[in-house]
T-cell receptor
Framework: AQTVTQSQPEMSVQEAETVTLSCTYDTSESDYYLFWYKQPPSRQMILVIRQEAYKQQNATENRFSVNFQKAAKSFSLKISDSQLGDAAMYFCAYRSKYGNKLVFGAGTILRVKS | NAGVTQTPKFQVLKTGQSMTLQCAQDMNHNSMYWYRQDPGMGLRLIYYSASEGTTDKGEVPNGYNVSRLNKREFSLRLESAAPSQTSVYFC???????????FGQGTRLTVV
């Protein structure tokens, strides 16, 4: 069974600086998808970024980018120019290409200091 | 553009009571899911429905039942609530099995 590990329960970053959230996963599959979701205090789950395992190029979405290391089974999220609105719980998630479920990590709380 | 709508948003139950959480999506998605979120454990899949007319157990199905009423609606039922079912419940949907999921706003359920 696949597992997702987020080793940082909590992180802090100064406004306008850069922070990286870590995620590792365990799978024997070669084709899959990885996601980062943001959960602000409103509780809404918001998709931040998505990566297909067959793509070598790292996904980017504005200030958000990932460092996808397939061999190391690592999928970190970098947030540049951090803003107060980035403060939230961030979840890393895995989905098999042919699977029916998202497997989530335990989450990382990100605090942004002004 | 409602997306995924869950009702209710908050609920308090007494041990042994039953209730149904409702979920509807207006995106014409085939797959729907129920997750629960507990502190330090991320989200765990309770049940899912890959397409209309089918349902399957996820990681933590005990104590729950589901109904895929039609393509839009997927309900979660607690027949006899227990304090261990105190959690935040999320409904989600996706176009197919291997695309990203869109989530409802969650239901905070407390069983006393």
């Amino acid at each position: 069974a696949q597992t997702v590990t987020q080793s940082q329960p909590e992180m802090s970053v100064q406004e306008a600086e850069t922070v990286t959230l870590s995620c590792t996963y365990d799978t024997s599959e070669s084709d899959y998808y990885l996601f980062w979701y943001k959960q602000p205090p409103s509780r809404q789950m918001i998709l931040v970024i998505r990566q297909e395992a067959y793509k070598q190029q790292n996904a980017t979405e504005n200030r958000f980018s990932v460092n996808f290391q397939k061999a190391a089974k690592s999928f970190s999220l970098k947030i540049s120019d951090s803003q107060l609105g980035d403060a939230a719980m961030y979840f890393c998630a895995y989905r098999s290409k042919y699977g029916n479920k998202l497997v989530f990590g335990a989450g990382t709380i990100l605090r942004v200091k002004s | 553009n409602a997306g995924v709508t869950q009702t209710p948003k908050f609920q308090v139950l007494k041990t042994g009571q039953s209730m149904t959480l409702q979920c509807a999506q207006d995106m014409n998605h085939n797959s729907m899911y129920w997750y629960r979120q507990d502190p330090g454990m991320g989200l765990r899949l309770i049940y899912y429905s890959a397409s209309e007319g089918t349902t399957d157990k996820g990681e933590v199905p005990n104590g729950y039942n589901v109904s895929r009423l039609n393509k839009r609606e997927f309900s979660l039922r607690l027949e006899s609530a227990a304090p261990s079912q105190t959690s935040v419940y999320f409904c989600a949907s996706s176009v197919s099995q291997n695309t990203e999921a869109f989530f409802g706003q969650g239901t905070r359920l407390t069983v006393v």
